[in-house]
C-alpha cells in the first residue's frame, strides 16, 4: 500500500512539472508575441506609434465616436522646412531632430491623445472628446512653447523648430477617408498660409466632404 502511494505522489509531482514547465512555455511565446506586436506597432526611430497603430486606433476612434456620440479631433502635423534641416545638419542630425520632435509632442499632450509616426516628418495626432477650436487652441500653445526652445545637433548646430498643423473634427456622417483628406487639406493650407500655423478645416471644405459622404 506505502509503495502504492509513493508511486502515485511521484506519478503526480511528475505531472505537476510537466505542466509547470508547459506553462513557462506558453508564458514565454506569450511574451514574444507581445513583444512582436509592440515592435510592429512602434516606430523604429522615435519609438512612438507608427501609421499602422494609427489607422488601426483611428477606426476604432471613429467606431467610438459613433456609438457614444462623443466627437473627437484628427490633426496632421508637418515639421517646416525639414529638407533645409536635413541639407544643414545632415541625415543622423535629422534623425535627432525628429526623436526630440516626437517626444516634445508626447509630453504636451493629454494621457488620452495619441501620437504617430506618419512618414518621414509628419505625425499624426488623435484627441478624443475635443472640438477643433480647442485642438487649435492646444496646438497654439505647443507650438508657441516649441519658439522659445533651441535645440543642439550633436553640439554643434543650434536649431529652433516650427510645424504646421492641420485639424479636422469628425462627424458621425463622414468616413475616415472623409476625415483624412479634411485634415490633410488643412495642413495644405497651413503651409501655402506662411507655415508655423494651426490651421482648421473650413465650413466650405466640411459642406464638400459631406456631401460626397452621404451620396
Request: net charge negative.
Amino acid at each position: 500500500m506505502a509503495l502504492l502511494t509513493t508511486n502515485h505522489q511521484s506519478s503526480l509531482q511528475a505531472r505537476l512539472e510537466e505542466l509547470e514547465r508547459r506553462n513557462q512555455l506558453l508564458e514565454a511565446e506569450i511574451e514574444r508575441l507581445r513583444v512582436y506586436k509592440d515592435y510592429a506597432y512602434t516606430d523604429a526611430l522615435t519609438e512612438i506609434p507608427n501609421r499602422r497603430f494609427y489607422y488601426e486606433r483611428l477606426l476604432q476612434e471613429v467606431a467610438r465616436s459613433r456609438r457614444s456620440g462623443n466627437g473627437f479631433t484628427l490633426a496632421l502635423v508637418d515639421l517646416d522646412l525639414f529638407k533645409e534641416i536635413n541639407d544643414e545638419v545632415g541625415h543622423r542630425g535629422g534623425d535627432q531632430v525628429l526623436k526630440f520632435f516626437s517626444q516634445f509632442i508626447r509630453v504636451n499632450l493629454r494621457q488620452e491623445d495619441i501620437v504617430c509616426r506618419i512618414g518621414g516628418d509628419e505625425f499624426a495626432i488623435i484627441l478624443p472628446d475635443t472640438t477643433a477650436e480647442n485642438a487649435a487652441v492646444f496646438f497654439n500653445r505647443i507650438r508657441a512653447k516649441l519658439d522659445q526652445v533651441e535645440i543642439s545637433i550633436d553640439g554643434r548646430s543650434q536649431l529652433r523648430l516650427s510645424f504646421s498643423c492641420g485639424l479636422a473634427a469628425f462627424k458621425p456622417e463622414y468616413l475616415p477617408e472623409d476625415l483624412i483628406e479634411e485634415a490633410d487639406h488643412s495642413l495644405y493650407s497651413a503651409k501655402a498660409s506662411g507655415r508655423n500655423r494651426v490651421v482648421a478645416a473650413s465650413a466650405v471644405s466640411t459642406a464638400v466632404l459631406v456631401s460626397r459622404a452621404v451620396h
